[in-house]
């Protein structure tokens, strides 16, 4: 097999596999922080419970974003060491910010936050929780700009020898594609969140189990899942579609499936791209929208897939489809939420249990439209790694062979098996417990008890 | 700058090995203290909180490096392929036997996350062991300055027996810890191991300084060194006079101490390589050699140097916050 198929399939399987994880943390750290600080500050026996839930269910999604995440790191090194060797001044700097001031502040604080002995939150724990909070946001930003910068690079030149030196860090980390960038990114993972927490509520209303914690869940929820897939669409998406147009115009064509450049260019919301064609076959169009989503004016002028060198295409078909998996699902999730919403504030929701089945089964498909998301962006960045500066091919590491890479895919493949598995297990196990259960079910022993002054 | 840079990525790792090592050992040492389950529950739980606080000194120490040294970083990584990857692989075990082996209350569970974790935990330490015995031998690299060699060439003697150091030397500053936040059963224990092991590491302690000097010779601007060993041997001493006066704290601090002392003398040794090359004298990647460009260092240095102190400063809150012993009842 050619080893850069071996490192690009390795590297997009461990990536997208990690990513599950980070979402739920992400999405989920600020109901913890919140709940925690309210229970500290009220001393509210229920919020203090439904703090401990969340705090449990954030755990296990932060055991496992630990576990895969350290592989990413060792990977770049590893399967992509030209990359590493030439744009490492750069591109590091983003991951030393993010092990320095995020990683670190969101492991040790999580300590307290998860082994303290006192049953009811402190202000010491309700502090922990938002500093825990705010190191995965921060780690998220972080990553992102390293991402963002391999889309659209800034802030570099090139020496003599081909390595890319760091000219401008501010610009690195500011610039606006990294910023939009980011901005997305952690309202799909808050959206996320929204949808966890109304879906569990929605699951313990249906099953008539917690009502009272249930409708707090689905309230809260349901308004976080609102407010986030209004963002996801506008402005975040809108500016993250308006950079991909100025400045990786090839990936914008593979995602609406324009073949021929056109003038007041349609939006195709079906349709099935055909690359021995050269075109979209059974499409249904919206006249002009695409020349006013890529440059806000119905005329512009949008240049096709067949206005660019076939050597400088992406995979069309996945980004294609991808793309219309995400913005198609973005537009599912505005539309149930807003009914949601509309019915929560007439105080229905919670009488509709259609309405509740929807939440409870929609739990899964941010996850799905995020994934699908990250295809969009990381293929159709193809043939790229750096975009316009360095092509994937360039970049894998020439003293590691296929067969290694392979062997060690499968590796992780049944580790990341098993690893998924025991996720869900024990994932479902706390669910099933719930937040009032958990005094009475039998938690694992603690037979220890902690001397002296254990702080404050 | 690029000496700036060696000894913030020294410090950085030195940093990881007196954490991480410390609730490494302890994990790997834990059948051996903790004889009943609720022995090892508590066992555990004094490094619960902090394990991944401390592996997290080596997340960001590879980061670290890749900013600093890209060169290397790519060298390394891709021509320790295979032993990195299991490396990591190990990790990752190691970090769900921590987490998961709570919870579940069923007895199989734990046992079988119990045996995974000293399992490796254990491995994890000869393998770094291992790792640091080939870095002092140096290394087959071709003129690109990538790795050329085997697997088999990465198991030599003398890096084997870096390993077995390294594994008796972690489990001595386990079990200072354990003394240091336990009570009762797996305390007494682990005193009746520290008597033992002490002589053990003291052995290998004089037998790997004579090889490596055996194997390296003595560094030619590397007078100074030879203080190293008097401080070892003197924090190794004071270790033993604070077991023996009833001083846990003191004791785990001597056995950091000596370890740091271990640390500069293996990156005072390799210096000014970062990657010698095998045999030695035959060069290696230099700290001199193709530095990123200043601003990038510069950036980089200020990111570690100025993360450090504030990881250190609000770290030390929680230890204190955390500390107190726990009892086995
Ligand atoms: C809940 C998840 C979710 C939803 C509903 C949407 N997105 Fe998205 N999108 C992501 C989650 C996401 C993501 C996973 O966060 C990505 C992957 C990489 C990135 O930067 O964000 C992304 C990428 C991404 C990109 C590519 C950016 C790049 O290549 O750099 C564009 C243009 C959009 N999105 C635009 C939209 C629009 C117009 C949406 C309207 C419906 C939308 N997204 C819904
Ligand atoms: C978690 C979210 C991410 C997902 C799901 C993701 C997904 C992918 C996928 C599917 C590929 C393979 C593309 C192909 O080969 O056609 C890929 C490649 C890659 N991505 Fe990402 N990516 C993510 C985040 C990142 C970030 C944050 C970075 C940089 C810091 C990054 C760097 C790379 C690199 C170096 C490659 C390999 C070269 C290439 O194939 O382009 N990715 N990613
Ligand atoms: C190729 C890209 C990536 C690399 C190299 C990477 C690296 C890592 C590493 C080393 C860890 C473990 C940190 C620890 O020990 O505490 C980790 C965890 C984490 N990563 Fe990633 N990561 C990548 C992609 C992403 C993306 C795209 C996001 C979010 C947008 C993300 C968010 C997180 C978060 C929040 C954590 C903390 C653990 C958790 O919450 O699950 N990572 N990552």
Known sequence: MDPVIADRLQFAFTVMFHYLFPIATIGLAPFVAVYTWKAARTGDEETARIARFWTRIFAINFAAGVVTGIPMQFQFGTNWAVFSRRSGPLIAQPLAMESMFAFFLESVFLGILLYRRERAPTMLTAWSAVLVCAGAWASGFFIITANAWMQHPVGYSIAPDGTIRLVNIW????????????????????????????????????????????????????????????????????ENGRDVTTYEPVKLAAMEGLFASEKGAPLAIIGMPDTSKNDLIDPIFVPQILSILAYGNPD?????????????????????????VMVGLGTIFMGVYAIAVLLLFRDRLFSVPLMLWALMLLMPFPYIANEAGWVVSEVGRQPWIIYGIMRTTEGVSPNVASGETLFTL??????????????????LREIAIGPSGAEQAARPSTPLRMTGDGGA | MSVAAFVVIAFM???????????????????????????????LASIGPFWNGNEVWLVASVAALFALFPEVYASAFSGFYLPFVVALWLLMF??????????????????????????????????????????????????????????DDLLNPYALLVAVFALVTLGQHGAAF?????????????????????????????????????????????????????LSLSALTALRVSLKQGRP???????????????????????????????????????????????AVASALGVTILGSILVLLYSSVVWKRMAGKIRVE
């Open chain 1, 171 to 238: 610009a690195v980390l500011f610039s606006p594609f990294a910023l939009w960038q980011s901005a997305h990114v952690l309202t799909g993972a808050l959206l996320a969140g929204g949808f966890i927490v109304a879906g569990i509520g929605a699951y313990y209303l249906l099953s008539q189990r917690e009502p009272q914690i249930g409708r707090r869940f689905v309230r809260a929820g349901c308004i976080v899942g609102f407010v986030c897939s209004m963002l996801i669409v506008f402005p975040t998406g809108d």
């Open chain 1, 300 to 324: 512009a002028n949008v240049k096709g897939l067949r206005a660019y060198a076939h050597g400088l295409w992406p995979p069309v078909e996945l980004t294609y489809y991808a793309y219309h």
């Open chain 1, 410 to 427: 499968i590796g992780f493949a049944g580790m990341y098996f098993l690893l998924g598995v025991l996720f869900l297990l024990l994932v």
């Open chain 2, 13 to 43: 790792l030195t940093m990881y090995v007196l954490l991480d090592g410390y609730d490494l050992g302890v994990a790997a040492i834990a059948p051996l203290i903790g004889r009943t389950e609720r022995e090892r529950d508590a066992v």
């Open chain 2, 94 to 151: 190691r970090g769900l036997a921590l987490e998961l082996r709570r919870h579940l209350p069923s007895e199989l569970w734990r046992q079988f996350w119990d045996a995974a974790l000293s399992f490796s935990s254990a491995l994890l330490i000869v393998t770094f062991g291992v790792a640091l015995g080939n870095l002092l031998r140096g290394l087959p690299l071709n003129a690109a300055g990538y790795f050329q060699g085997t697997f």
């Open chain 2, 178 to 230: 354990v003394l240091m936040r336990v009570e009762g059963g797996p305390a007494a224990l682990a005193t009746r191991l520290l008597d033992r092991s002490w002589w053990v590491v003291l052995i290998l302690y004089a037998g790997v300084t004579a090889l490596t000097l055996v194997v390296h010779g003595l560094p030619a601007r590397g007078g100074w060194l030879l203080v190293l060993p008097v």
């Open chain 2, 249 to 295: 704290g003191a004791a785990f601090t001597m056995s950091s101490v000596f370890l740091a002392t271990l640390l500069v003398a293996t990156a005072g040794t390799i210096y000014p390589y970062i990657l010698p090359a095998f045999p030695p004298g035959r060069g290696g990647i230099s700290i001199f050699a193709a530095a990123p460009s200043s601003l």
